[in-house]
């Protein structure tokens, strides 16, 4: 591991100036994952950026409905606010699906959104792996591809699947990143832009700008009444990486859909909004023939590698069955 320099940042300002005074700079907020890869030497760091002090603790409901989250709301504290708990159910499922309590506690928001593939090439630190080295190859299609590899949004360069559970269920929400850069100035990126293709460059894997900083994420304001769900299937029941995983959200009238949310995890390599599926169910009275079609629409352009072919079934009954369990349900 090599060693490097460490400032704790004082204000967001601070932050970013002392980010962008070298090169190799991470920010480091929970730690759950940067620490785990740079003591594999599979990311390098030449500057760390302490950001644990900074204000960004809050969850806050906006004026026009919208729920804003600080960067370094934890995982936990996020899944139990009492605003996520009655208007977004659909991602305090998901994010108590993931990971284990010890890491909830110490896990961001922002380091969530940034979470980093779970591709053993990737993580090995010598396997060819254009993520961690461009130019290298890729060992995934050739080599193991069956539990973290993607059958959604893969390139011939990369096709690890996006790890997160709570990126999904806020994917189907809809959501704004906020970012503030060196100069002081905030933007906004949607949520659905955030995380980029692989394509042929996997080695970018967020639409952030050199040294820019997390600073909130912006819920949509909820649909109102409706019924919501997040349903993962993994190897084991518990500390598992999704194999596939849905986050749907509903608005019924009776057994009509009038409004309906449709993501995937584990299938993807970015949290997948299926669009056209959630179109395909709007206006439609539910059956378990809609269910099908509609399954079906969100997988058609999959494409399957030498062990995950599985996947592409799999990924049609994560919808199914949480389609299924949502018109069970009461809407709320
Ligand atoms: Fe690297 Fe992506 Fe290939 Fe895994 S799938 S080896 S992360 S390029």
Redesign the pocket.
């Known amino acids: 591991m090599q060693t490097f320099d460490y400032v704790r940042a004082q204000s967001c300002a601070h932050a970013v100036n002392s980010a962008s005074t070298l090169e190799l700079t991470r920010y480091l907020a929970g730690g759950t994952t940067l620490l785990d890869l740079m003591k594999l030497d599979v990311v390098k760091a030449d500057h760390l950026v302490d950001i644990n002090r900074l204000p960004l603790q809050q969850v806050e409901t906006l004026d026009d409905g919208r729920l804003r989250i600080g960067a370094l709301v934890s995982n936990t504290a996020l899944a139990r606010h009492p605003q996520v708990v009655t208007h977004y159910p659909v991602l305090a499922q998901a994010i108590m699906a993931g990971a284990s309590t010890q890491l909830r506690n110490k896990a961001t928001t922002a380091g969530n959104v940034m979470q980093r ?1 779970r ?1 053993n ?2 993580r090995d630190g010598v ?6 080295q461009p130019g290298s190859g ?4 050739g080599g193991l591809n069956r539990s973290v ?1 993607a059958v959604l949004g893969t390139s011939d ?4 699947s996006h790890p997160s559970d709570m990126c999904v269920a806020m994917a189907a929400i809809g959501a704004q990143v906020t970012l503030q850069n060196p100069q002081g100035q905030s933007r906004e990126v949607n949520f659905a832009d955030f995380h980029l293709l ?1 394509g042929d460059t ?1 080695w970018r894997e967020h639409a952030l700008e050199p040294h820019e900083l997390i600073t909130h994420v912006t819920l949509d304001a909820p649909l109102g009444t409706s019924r919501s769900g997040y349903l993962k299937l993994r190897d084991r029941t518990s500390y598992q990486f999704a194999l596939a995983s849905s986050a749907i959200i509903l608005v019924m009238d009776g057994p009509t859909v009038i409004e309906a949310r449709i993501a995937l995890g584990g299938v993807a390599t970015k949290p997948w909004r299926a669009v056209e599926a959630e179109q395909h169910l709007i206006g439609q009275r539910m059956s378990a023939q809609l269910m099908s079609e509609v399954a079906e629409m969100a997988l058609k352009d999959a494409r399957a590698y030498a062990h995950n072919a599985y996947k592409i079934p799999l990924g049609q009954q994560v919808i199914a069955r949480n389609l299924r369990d949502l018109t069970a349900q009461e809407s709320v």
């Open positions: 593939v591709c090439y990737f396997s060819p792996c254009n993520k961690r890729c060992a995934a299609l590899h360069h990369c096709i690890a692989p996997p």
